[in-house]
């Protein structure tokens, strides 16, 4: 079925760096979304993302947290400056328009780790 | 606000035996219901998704769930589970019109032999 891919599966970085995640969603999906996942806890919703804009956030998503997607390129969630609560496996998902928004694809998750 | 309770955190079950994996919601109106499995270094794959109608649903695998509005229910089964089941399973939410999954905390399924 369709694919979601997400680069890179593992990403170590020091605090106070940037970082980028990459998304590559489902070739035909406009709607994109990021969740976080703090080991041992709930999947929760962190933004979503639609003709170039962001749709919703929650309050997980601090001001250090953008998201984009240039050109019809990578849907990436960029952290600068990145802090320790920040370490967390990153989930990137697509969905179509129509009823089939609703059912999300979700990629394999990178996992974030910030010393 | 919606919220997703799986109650079971672990479940091991005998393979050939029967699965019930629990979960509840909240939500005023009827939501959209999904269940996701999770296998080691994969994305979350859809077992089986509600929108409306029939309140049995059929998903891949041998999985079904049953909306019961009346309990704010759906909960996973199946009839016999195989090893290749043992795998990670989230319950999610969605309010219709709106564009966010809200998770359970999942249930780690265990199927021995």
């Known amino acids: 079925g369709p694919k979601v891919l997400q680069i890179p599966s593992h990403q170590i970085i020091d605090m106070g760096q940037m970082v980028t995640l990459n998304c590559d969603p489902v070739s035909n999906h406009l709607y994109f979304y990021w969740y976080k996942q703090i080991l041992g806890q709930q999947m929760e919703f962190l933004v979503n993302?639609?003709?170039?804009?962001?749709?919703?956030k929650s309050k997980l998503f601090k001001d250090q947290f953008s998201v984009e997607r240039p050109d019809g390129s990578y849907f990436t969630l960029k952290i600068q400056p990145t802090a320790l609560e920040d370490s967390a496996v990153y989930f990137c998902?697509?969905?179509?328009?129509?009823?089939?928004?609703?059912?999300?694809?979700f990629g394999p998750g990178t996992r974030l780790t910030v010393l | 606000a919606q919220s997703v309770t799986q109650p079971d955190a672990r479940v091991t079950v005998s393979e050939g035996a029967s699965l019930q994996l629990r979960c509840k919601y909240s939500y005023s109106g009827t939501p959209y219901l999904f269940w996701y499995v999770q296998y080691p270094r994969q994305g979350l794959q859809l077992l089986l998704k509600y929108y409306s109608g029939d309140p049995v649903v059929q998903g891949v695998n041998g999985f079904e769930a049953e909306f019961i509005k009346s309990n704010s229910s759906f909960h996973l089964r199946k009839a016999s589970v195989h090893w290749s089941d043992s795998a990670v399973y989230f319950c999610?939410?969605?309010?219709?019109?709106?564009?966010?999954?809200?998770f359970g905390a999942g249930t780690r399924l265990k199927v021995i032999a």
């Open positions: 993302f639609y003709n170039g804009k962001v749709m919703e």
């Open positions: 999610a939410v969605s309010a219709p019109g709106n564009y966010k999954y809200v």
């Open positions: 998902a697509s969905s179509f328009p129509g009823l089939g928004y609703a059912e999300q694809f």
